[in-house]
């Protein structure tokens, strides 16, 4: 089939390579030159585990190639996806459509024969109709029809989840439509889940479930809080909650607060679509407000810390909004390092992936160490904020001997607070 996707991002980049991987002719297009001539050039513009192989396997096989024209990639194609942004609107917080409104009414003109317009992006119930209604005015003539096809890979795992789906969601309004994109996802019958619904169905689904993990998150981290007035243990309590089928064991690691692209805007966008619609939904918007305040506590238990130390130095493990990436969009560690540099505080900090991404946004407000023992140099206290595994080996006897004061508060949970006792550290984690 002939794919042509519009947005190179997160989402577009995994989801072009991958469906040219499954043998697809596939032309990725994006309107910012930089990263299409980078692409071109052989050059991959963020970092997904295993995507920099499979890119190249597919560049070499001549099954994908990058442009920033319109016409090249829709004209030929019988599947367009939209995967631009959808970042929250700076007044409302709701969805901002220019992206998308953009996308569809550029692709309109070129057109050419029966062609399935399928959104990829998180986009609020009744887009599809907008991008209907978009395309047609553009180009009456046009033969499309336009499905929504929301993507729930997870960011770190794009290329394991476009491979092994835990479902396909579907929301197309004709039967032609249907079987175009049963066509692409045919490699895939019988292995996952496939569901077809009502385009408007399919796009509530997307935020339903954001939002659905976002409150998940937001609950253990409240669950934390108790564990740490009452004298339980939260790894324990979410060990034993786990155990239930019902409850499930995954999204119960308390932290920091959620992050990344996705859970903050889209809570918002459907506490807006809510309010639009007239329905009480406190559930969102109590995980909006929690996870804000959340951030600050963080903050607030390192400035503890060091409350007594002159030109304290703090040493921050971890940028990106979760290991596996180097996003550090609505990151927690961002705003958390944000709201100590508020403080006046003196950081350096640390991430295996995301140093680009956040000397990016950062500039020169940090120092930047080139591994976690130069981070940790003459600290007075460690922030864990990311939960890289590597952090999880940290050498706690080095680290005592290159701090200046030995003080870890680690809000992922990942040093076992036993051995850093014993290495002679005041330990704090999460929850306990
Ligand atoms: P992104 O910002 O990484 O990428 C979007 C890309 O689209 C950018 O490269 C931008 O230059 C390009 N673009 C914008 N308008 C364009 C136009 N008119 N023509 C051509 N290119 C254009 O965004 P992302 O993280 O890939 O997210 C895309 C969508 O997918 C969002 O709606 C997001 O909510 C959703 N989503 C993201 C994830 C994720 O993990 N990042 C997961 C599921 C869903």
């Known amino acids: 089939m002939k794919v042509g996707i519009i947005g190179t991002g997160y989402v577009g980049l995994p989801t072009g390579v991958g469906l040219a991987e499954l043998g697809n002719q596939v032309t990725c297009i994006d309107r910012e030159p930089s990263k299409i001539e980078a692409l071109q050039a052989g050059k991959i513009t963020l970092y997904e585990d295993g995507l920099e192989e499979l890119f190249h396997k597919n560049v070499k096989a001549g099954r994908i190639k990058f442009t920033t024209s319109m016409k090249e990639g829709v004209s030929s194609a019988d599947l367009v996806i939209i995967a631009v942004g959808t970042p929250p609107h700076p007044v409302t917080k709701e969805a901002d459509m220019k992206y998308i409104h953009a996308a569809a009414t550029e692709l309109a003109e070129h057109l050419q024969g029966y062609t399935v317009v399928a959104t990829k992006s998180t986009v609020p119930v009744g887009t599809g109709d907008d991008v209907e209604a978009l395309i047609s005015k553009k180009n009456p003539f046009a ?70 993990l976002a409150i998940k998150i937001h609950y253990i981290n409240e669950m934390a809080n108790f564990c740490e007035k009452s004298g339980a243990d939260i790894s324990e309590v979410a060990q034993g909650m786990g155990l239930d089928t019902r409850i499930g064991n995954r999204f119960l690691n308390p932290g920091p607060g959620y992050g990344g692209s996705c859970f903050p805007k889209d809570t918002m966008a459907m506490a807006y679509m809510a309010r639009q619609n007239e329905v009480e939904m406190s ?87 080139d591994d976690m023992y130069a981070c940790l140099k003459d600290a007075d206290v460690l922030a864990i904020l990311t ?45 306990k």
Not at 303 to 313: E, H, M
Not at 394 to 420: P, S, Y
């Open 143 to 212: 033969d499309f029809d336009v499905v929504s096809l929301p993507e729930f890979l997870r960011e770190g795992f794009a290329v394991h989840d476009f491979f092994h789906p835990d479902r396909i969601v579907v929301g197309a309004n004709t039967e032609k439509a249907k079987a175009v994109i049963k066509e692409l996802y045919k490699p895939f019958e019988g292995k996952t889940n496939m569901l077809f619904v009502k385009r408007r169905s399919s796009e509530t689904i997307k935020y339903a479930s954001n939002a659905f």
């Open 283 to 369: 559930l969102i918007t109590a995980a909006i407000k929690g996870n804000a305040e959340r951030k600050k506590q963080m903050a607030g238990r390192i400035l503890d810390k060091v409350k007594d130390v002159k030109n304290p130095k703090i040493a921050v493990l971890g940028l990106a909004f979760k290991d596996g990436t180097d996003d550090c969009r609505e990151s927690p560690a961002m705003d958390i390092v944000g709201e100590l540099l508020l403080q006046g505080a003196d950081i350096t900090a640390y991430d295996p992936k995301a140093m680009g991404t956040a000397c990016g946004l950062l500039g020169n407000k940090i120092s930047y160490a």
């Open 387 to 431: 939960e890289w595994n590597e952090f999880k080996a940290l050498d706690l006897v080095q680290a005592a001997h290159l701090m200046r004061h030995k003080q870890i508060v680690d809000c992922r949970n990942l040093i076992n607070a036993e051995q850093a006792a014993a290495n002679g550290f005041d330990y704090q984690g999460i929850g």
